[in-house]
């Protein structure tokens, strides 16, 4: 593989200040906004349609200041400006990849740091979203898994890097137009930072937001939520936001899957699968995506590939199979292309479609599992990554 220097940039930023005192309007629900509009005096009669119009100014056309919004009065204008502010993500740094990829490093309060990934694809693009900064989980395979867990993402941070994307990518509409079709930023999968069902209730607002007409509006087709399967929160998932579901399924016994998916000592295959069965027909989605990283000698084999199919019988699925992307201090390899066509093969017979996911921006270290924010500071050691996967 040869890798090429990324181009950085950096972008400039706006300093800005707060949070104490005027509240963010981003990442606020329908409801939230309305009894903060109501709170600081507007008429319980029009705050609904008030909320409608501040929605669109704000997602529909990117506008972050109240001055703009001119199909409300004056007076009102000012009122939102005394009392309320529109804040995203910072940039921090920003890279492409020799193959297009975006990724950026935001800084949200406190300092912290996320990234967000921007794939473009043929015909679509795809955002990937943090849930959280680092991830309280510990999968052997991943990079985010080695930082401690900081904490959970507002829902207006997470809706706000779906913005900056937007800014980035400069495809905002003209003001009172929609650009529903051909979007560069088409769908979303959470599938960044953290585990999103550890944050569920701001996911879940943030994801509202993405699928609302008078939000981002996107269908809750185009957005994938990717799990390692908290499985009490599935059947959240399905009733409460109704997108697609991704799980990270990586081992087809409890032993391997103990060790990979450490998650999996205390809701096991079982569980899971159990929990796995219920969502497409309550969350009216077509099928579960099932992601298998691909690692060398130790969840490839043809029996693997024969189990999977035999474990997830019944289940309408998509199996993705994502070769392993390396990072400093990783424990594993990546399976050959040979063994990973093979148990492609076996799943693509007995009826699956089993798509290689072709890695990404790893010149910028954006595939998938590579994130980590570079300022972290509490590093796990090498021995310890080891000791956690059972190698040692
Ligand atoms: N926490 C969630 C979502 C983030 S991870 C989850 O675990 O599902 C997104 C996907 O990347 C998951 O399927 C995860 O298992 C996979 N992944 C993590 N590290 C990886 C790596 N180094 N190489 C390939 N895939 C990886
Ligand atoms: Fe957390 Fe997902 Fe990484 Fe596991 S794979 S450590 S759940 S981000």
Not at 187 to 198: D, S, T
Not at 204 to 212: E, L, P, V
């Amino acid at each position: 593989m040869s890798v090429t220097a990324p181009i950085t940039q950096d972008v400039h930023t706006i300093p800005r200040k707060l949070p104490e005192g005027p509240q963010n309007l981003i990442g606020l629900t329908r409801e939230a906004m309305r009894d903060a509009l109501i709170a600081h005096g507007t008429p319980e009669k029009q705050a609904k349609m008030r909320v409608g119009q501040i929605w669109q100014w704000i997602y529909g056309w990117g506008v972050r200041d109240f001055a703009e919004m001119t199909n409300l009065s004056k007076a009102f204008r000012a009122e939102l400006a005394e009392n309320f502010v529109i804040e995203i993500p910072e940039v921090v740094t920003r890279q492409v990849s020799e193959d297009g990829t975006r990724k950026y490093l935001v800084r949200i309060a406190g300092g912290h740091e996320v990234e967000i990934v921007y794939i473009p694809e043929e015909g679509r693009g795809t955002l990937c979203v943090s849930s959280q900064v680092g991830c309280t989980l510990t999968c052997s395979f991943c990079h985010t898994g080695t930082q401690k867990l900081v904490r959970n993402l507002t829902a207006g941070e997470i809706i706000g890097q779906v913005l900056v994307a937007r800014d980035d990518l400069g495809e905002w509409p003209e003001i009172g137009a929609k650009n529903v079709e051909g979007r560069l930023l088409s769908n979303i999968v959470l599938m960044g930072m953290g585990e999103p069902l550890y944050n569920f209730e701001n996911v879940r607002d943030a994801m509202k937001i993405a699928m609302d007409p008078e939000g981002i509006q996107l269908s809750r087709r185009r957005i994938t939520l990717s799990t390692s399967g908290v499985v009490p929160e599935i059947a959240r998932t399905a009733e409460e936001i109704g997108c697609q579901l991704a799980i990270s399924f990586h081992a087809t016994t409890d032993e391997v899957r103990d060790k990979l998916v450490p998650i999996n000592k205390k809701w096991n295959l079982e569980v899971l699968l159990e929990a796995l069965r219920s969502y497409p027909k309550v969350s009216n989605s077509e099928r579960i995506t099932f992601e298998y990283v691909m690692l060398h000698g130790v969840n490839d084999s043809d029996e693997d590939a024969h189990r999977l199919v035999e474990l997830i019988k019944g289940i309408p699925a998509k199996i993705n199979l994502i070769p392993f992307n390396e990072w400093p201090g990783a424990p594993y390899k990546r399976s050959s292309n040979n063994r990973i066509r093979a148990f492609s093969e076996i799943v693509y017979n007995a009826g699956y479609a089993s798509p290689v996911r072709k890695p990404r921006g790893e010149d910028i270290m954006a595939a998938c599992g590579q994130l980590k924010s570079a300022t972290e500071r509490s590093r796990k050691s090498r021995k310890q990554i080891e000791a956690e996967a059972g190698l040692s």
